[in-house]
């Protein structure tokens, strides 16, 4: 019941449906002495968030909270958690093929940290995010991926396909780690979705070692035609950090951790 109330209200959250109902309100009751403010109000909503200065701030805040981890650095686990989201499930279903989407740095992070010897295991987690839970189970999909092209060995993969949403990825993974006695994992996501996974993933008692990809946010200061000018990618940007501010909240509220 959570994940499919989290699917609907997400979606109604997420900046765009808002200004547009918003927007909506403002025509509907324009002849109002309020509605032309509210209607200034929410087009000044709509530009700021359309920003690369703002949505670089609020993206920016979850993507630096854990540094980069390099496949150089001295550190061991007892698997490499990647988790799932990287693949257009729709149109992926068509031809049985996966359509990566920005979020595919998560299995370039985690080939490289597996092939450098820093866990012997890599463990796949993601099933269908649909509603219907229909389509491609995409932990047994990216699992196929890499041990035909050779990437890893079909003995160092393993897929968790049920889950659904981050916290179901916890879960369900932890208990195949407890089954093979894996206790410290590194775990591989995209930057800005790392801290609700370390916090979902250490609530279920693993030792994490945070291995952030797919970043949004570089940081940069010559942005200086885009920083007035509205682009849809902003938007995007901001919309992704927005919704994780609230899956943040959310999973609280729910005590996942």
């Known amino acids: 019941m959570f994940f499919i109330l989290s699917k609907i209200f997400a979606g ?20 109002r002495r309020w509605a032309r403010g509210w209607l200034a109000l929410v087009c000044l909503v709509l530009y700021s968030l359309a920003l690369y200065p703002v949505s670089g701030f609020l993206i920016g805040r ?13 550190v061991q686990a007892d698997a490499v958690v990647m988790l799932g989201g990287m693949i257009n ?28 010897g820093k866990a012997p295991l ?17 932990g047994s999909l990216l699992a196929e991926f890499l041990a035909q092209r050779g990437w890893l060995a079909p ?8 889950s659904r949403n981050t916290y179901e990825n916890a879960v369900f993974t932890t208990r195949m780690a407890r089954e093979r006695g894996i206790k ?7 930057a ?15 030792q994490v070692i945070p291995a952030p990809a797919d970043y949004y946010f570089t940081g940069s200061k010559n942005l200086v035609v885009e920083a007035v000018f509205p682009a849809a990618a902003a938007l995007r940007i901001s919309t992704i950090a927005i919704k994780e501010y609230i899956g943040l909240v959310a999973y609280k509220i729910s005590g996942y951790y």
Do not use: W
């Open 12 to 31: 109604l959250l997420f900046p765009l449906p808002l200004i547009l109902v918003s927007l909506l309100i403002g025509l509907v009751f324009y002849r």
């Open 192 to 206: 800005f979705h790392m801290p609700r996974s370390v916090l979902c993933f250490e609530a279920q008692g693993l």
């Open 89 to 116: 499930p729709m149109i992926t279903s068509i031809d049985g093929e996966p359509e990566f989407v920005d979020a595919v740095d998560r299995l370039f992070l985690a080939q490289k940290l597996v092939a450098a």
């Open 155 to 162: 003995a160092q993969i393993l897929s968790e396909k049920e």
């Open 184 to 190: 410290k994992i590194i775990l591989v996501t995209s």
């Open 122 to 138: 890599l463990i796949i987690t993601g099933g269908s995010g649909l509603l219907q839970q229909k389509g491609v189970r995409e």
């Open 62 to 74: 979850l993507e630096k909270r854990y540094p980069p981890l390099s496949v150089n650095e001295p």
